[in-house]
């Protein structure tokens, strides 16, 4: 990811493998190394001009005008085993922050900012800790995955699927350089966690005293809370996590422990009505798909899902969580798909009102995706209905009425399906 040298192996021990893992699944995933190499060279020209326009804005300091910060960045970059060229800009704003850039051109200096607030508020341990903080976005590839995106979607939106990947890897990734931030600090966890403190408060001890029992128990009263939507879509996690996080780190806990926290930020359904309907449409898709497939298969391969089926399952659960593909790689047998099918079809049919014939009619879209109807599918849809208490007179007039669909490209998802059960 990022280009040699900028890369060190004192981050690489301290990284979360977890991001690292995911970061590399994404690329693939989606094909953004191959989109972002075939991006128009006028592309790259005017994401060149932007970024210039960018430093142009901000006041580049050298080892002659700000000695004591070169110093400082120095020796940051030199403790975490990085290279020490850089090109250091102040970002005249009074909030407390540092930024990385990538880089402008190949060979040019890796470009790290402090806002005039942060040079103001912090002292040398914390400037260090958010210098090692932006750093470790440089060295790990943020940065530039950013700027791979910017470019490849410059004129469409980011397809939903891939901003709910990137909402969950930029979460993790901001707690993969927490870690590289208290590296550049010797791991000193207070001056870490007061760093993260007074960066979010803008406030300092002398208003808000650090005490990591208390923000731990801060996570437990984010857990209770019904978080609103525009939580889930938060780059950054929630302080209490991260400070939690922190403390986990530095404790030598289980990476597994680090990863409950930042779930608590993921988009999934939360109420139990969201849930029996993400339960219902994830296996109730993969039932009726599979009822097409066992009908035209042919033997060893009859469990496996075309393409084009996987991407109309992927966009029914999208709407339930930011992750659609784990979800559906999780139900991996029939047993299971029926059991999470009858759970939830019995649950809404007591509790749900009209959205019982919405469910029905989005199975009926995906089964009909193709634009053709087996007498498995059918067979399927008239269960579906009776357990939902839909007429199948409703159903077999959606059935009549449905026109064929136009098939989404569905590029290249990752691969997933039911296995027979065991015997």
């Known amino acids: 990811m990022p280009t040699a040298p900028f890369r060190s192996d004192r981050l690489d021990e301290v990284r979360l493998s977890t991001e690292a893992a995911m970061q590399a699944r994404v690329i693939e995933r989606f094909a953004l190394e191959r989109a972002a190499a075939a991006v128009p060279e006028e592309a790259h020209v005017q994401e060149r001009r932007a970024l210039d326009a960018h430093r142009a804005l901000f006041v580049h300091v050298t080892p002659r005008t700000a000695p ?61 800790c958010v210098l ?10 943020h940065t530039l ?4 995106v910017r470019m ?15 909402r969950i890897l930029r979460r993790l990734q901001e707690l993969s350089c927490d870690r590289t931030g208290a590296l550049a600090v010797d791991m000193n966890l207070e001056v870490a966690a007061e760093t993260e403190l007074l960066v979010a408060t803008g406030l300092g001890p002398e208003h808000v005293e650090l005490d990591l029992e208390a923000y731990a128990g801060e996570v437990a009263r984010i857990e209770s809370f019904d978080v609103p939507q525009h939580l889930f879509e938060l780059s950054h996690p929630l302080l209490p996590i991260r400070l939690r996080a922190l403390q986990l780190f530095a404790e030598g806990a289980d990476e597994e422990r680090i990863l409950e926290l930042v779930r608590l930020m993921d988009f999934e359904a939360s109420t139990p009505a969201a849930r029996h309907q993400r339960d219902l449409l994830l296996a109730g898709g993969l039932l009726a798909a599979h009822a097409s497939v066992e009908e035209g298969g042919d033997g060893e391969n009859d469990t496996e899902l075309d393409d084009a089926a996987r991407a109309r399952l992927v966009d029914l659960v999208l709407p339930f969580s930011d992750d659609p593909e784990g979800e559906l790689a999780e139900v991996e047998t029939r047993a299971r798909a029926l059991e999470l099918f009858t759970t939830s079809a019995e649950w809404l049919r007591l509790h749900a009102g009209p959205e019982r014939f919405e469910l029905i009619a989005q199975l009926i879209e995906v089964t009909l995706g193709d634009g053709r109807a087996t007498e498995g599918e059918v067979r399927f849809l008239l269960d579906a209905g009776e357990r939902l208490d ?17 098939l989404r490209t569905p590029g290249a998802p990752r691969q997933f399906g039911l296995r027979q059960d065991d015997a």
Not at 132 to 141: D, I, P, T, V
């Open 152 to 166: 490849i979607y410059r004129e469409v939106a980011v397809p939903e699927l891939l901003e709910g990947r990137l």
């Open 132 to 141: 090692g903080h932006e750093a470790g976005h440089l060295a790990y590839g």
């Open 390 to 406: 839909v007429p199948a007179a409703w159903i077999g007039e959606r059935l009549e009425r449905h026109a064929e669909a136009a």
């Open 145 to 148: 995955l950013r700027r791979w």
């Open 68 to 128: 004591r910060l070169y110093r400082i960045a120095h020796e940051t970059l030199e403790k975490l085993g990085l290279p020490t060229r850089i090109e250091l800009l102040i970002d005249p704003s009074e909030t407390i922050n540092a930024g990385s850039l990538p880089l402008p051109r190949s060979g040019d200096a890796p470009i790290l900012s402090l806002t005039s607030g942060a040079v103001r508020r912090l002292d040398e341990r914390q400037l260090a």
